[in-house]
Structures are given as C-alpha cells and as structure tokens.
C-alpha cells in the first residue's frame, strides 16, 4: 500500500473510532437519563448467592443440604440485620411422605405499617422429571434457576436494605415444600404444589397480616429470560402487574418483561392473594414455549445462570420497593 493510501485509511479507520465512541457515549448517557432511587442491584453478589446454595448439593426436603442450605440461609438474612423465624410443622406430600416444614420468614423495618411482601422457594424438586433423558427422571438436579435464582435476588435485596433502609417495611418469605408437588396434579388449585405458601396463608388469615402487596419470583435466573403476565396476577393485580413491568421497561429491561398475557399459573402467589395479600408472579413462562427451558432437568444448574437476568429482575423489584412511600 502506498503512503497516500495508507493515511487515507488510517483517517477513514479513526473516524470511524470516533463515530463508534460517540454513539457508545450517547448510548451510555441516554442509559443513565433514568435516576433510580434505588440501591445498585448487584448481579455478582447474587450469583454467589445462587452458588452458596447449589454448593450444598439439591436442597431436597428431609436431606442433610436441606438442613444445611436452611441454616445458612438463617444465618445470612440475620447478618443483614432481619429479624428472622422459621415457621412450619409437620406436612404430608402427595406421596404420603411426611416432612418438617420451614419457611423462612425474613423481617426489615417492623416498626412500618405499610409493608411489602417479597417471596421465593428455597426448596428443590426431589426428581428431573421433565428431563429429555428418560433414566434421569428419578433423579435429583442442582435446581439453581428453580429456587436458587429467587433465593438469590431476595438475600442480596436484603443486603442491600441493610446499607440503605427504604421509606415501608419488607418482609421476605423463602418457601418450603414448593415445589414437591404430583406431576399433571389434577386436584382443585393444585394443592399438592405450594404446600409453604399453603401453611403460610392459613396462619396469616388467622394472625390478620397485612401487606399492601406481594410479588413472588420462581425461576428468575435463566438466559433469555422473558416474564409474561399471568391470568391470576393480572386478575388479582391488575394495577401492580401494570406498575411492575412498566418499571422494568423504563430502566432498561423490556427485554425480560414483556407485556404478553398468559394463562392460569397456580403458584405461590395465589395462595398469597388467598391471605388477602393482592399479589404477583414474575416467572419464566410463556404460553407457546412453556417453563424455563431446563425446568425440572439435569440442566437446571449453575452454568446456566445469568447475571443479566439476576440484574433485571433484582433492579426492578428494589426499585420498585424503593418508589413506596
């Protein structure tokens, strides 16, 4: 190439830096044209969070990482400075197996009459039953979206409020037995799932708990992540649907809650809207493609963890607390 060219090329090759660093920058500023008042959500934290519970292997009930995974949890919310209790008793699954119930019920700003409530379950599914591998259905998985994922985002929320405390009280509830339910259950509301969610809700009827909202997350940690607005949060919460996803829309996340209606959801949420609890799912669901797609699989694991999700749901819940007044 001769001189003439050569400095030609080099012009053309910084301009173009140029241009791409100026649109890089505007695309930067434009990002940071919506002022959060919440605290920054930060996605590593979570993910480490999700990998302290799989670290203990499935989070089966009745096993000894179950127990573990428990008292870790415990010790970790009170370390952020919750006031914490378990709450449970015997129950009885489908299968005529009898466990200890513990939910983990997770306590900020007592003193505030109006408060949130924030939810997950904690436990694993003890079988890989949707797996596309026949000899693994009887077999247990990591269950890192499903149920770690949640865990997840809700203790670093709760790290978070402890450096930074927002204008109503939180409650955290981390569900047991969610998730041990019949496969294809065709009982009324299908109570062989939720049985945490269930217990729960016979005790805050009778204690008369009151909370201006719920919003309860299942599976919020897997790659290419959309949330759909189920039939039963969109009938119970209408407004709140609305309100939600609006917020993850303005700071950046439509990508993830896309306003697409879809069907009847029987999870933790209806047995929360059944408190008197007007209440809300953010799952990954849709009506074409179904669950998450490593729902129920050997799959459901740690390498197919997304910080990018963990980031969106996480930042829109707290700024979505953090908006309360």
Not at 139 to 150: E, L, Q, V
Not at 173 to 192: F, H, M, P, R, S
Not at 219 to 237: H, K, L, P, W, Y
Request: aromatic share 10%; glycine share 8%; proline share 3%.
């Amino acid at each position: 190439m001769n001189k003439k060219l050569l400095i030609l090329s080099l012009i053309a090759l910084l301009g173009f830096q140029a241009c791409n660093n100026n649109s890089k920058q505007s695309a930067t500023t434009e990002e940071n044209t919506v002022k959060l008042v919440s605290p920054d959500f930060d996605a590593d934290s979570a993910y480490a969070y999700v990998k302290a519970q799989v670290d203990f292997g499935p989070r089966i009930p009745g096993t000894v990482a179950h127990e573990k995974c428990a008292a870790y949890l415990v010790s970790k919310l009170k370390s952020f400075g919750a006031d914490v209790k378990l709450q449970g008793g015997k129950t009885q699954t489908h299968d005529g197996k009898t466990f200890q119930l513990k939910n983990i019920i997770a306590t900020f700003n007592p003193e505030k009459k109006t408060r949130v409530l924030i939810t997950a379950h904690w436990d694993a599914r003890p079988f890989s039953d949707q797996d596309t591998d026949p000899a693994n259905h009887t077999k247990p998985f990591d269950a890192a979206n499903d149920g770690g994922s949640g865990v997840a985002v809700i203790i670093e929320m709760a790290r978070q409020i402890q450096h930074k405390a927002p204008n109503v009280g939180v409650d955290f509830i981390l569900w047991d037995l969610e998730d041990y339910g019949k496969a294809n259950d065709d009982t009324q509301n299908e109570v062989t799932w939720c049985l945490g969610s269930q217990y729960w809700a016979k005790n805050a009827i009778a204690t008369g708990y009151k909370a201006a909202y719920g919003i309860n997350l299942d599976m919020v940690g897997g790659g290419n992540a959309q949330f759909t607005q189920d039939e039963i949060s969109r009938q119970a919460a209408p407004g709140l649907v609305s309100y939600v996803w609006d917020i993850g829309n303005e700071i950046g996340y439509s990508s993830y809650f896309v306003r697409i209606p879809s069907g009847r959801l029987v999870d933790d949420h209806f047995w929360m809207n059944k408190a008197g609890v007007p209440s809300i799912d953010i799952v990954h669901y849709n009506d074409n493609s179904g669950f998450y797609i490593n729902w129920h699989t050997q799959l459901d694991n740690l390498a197919n963890i997304d910080k990018n999700t963990l980031k969106a749901i996480g930042q829109t819940v707290l700024e979505t607390i953090y908006r309360e007044n």
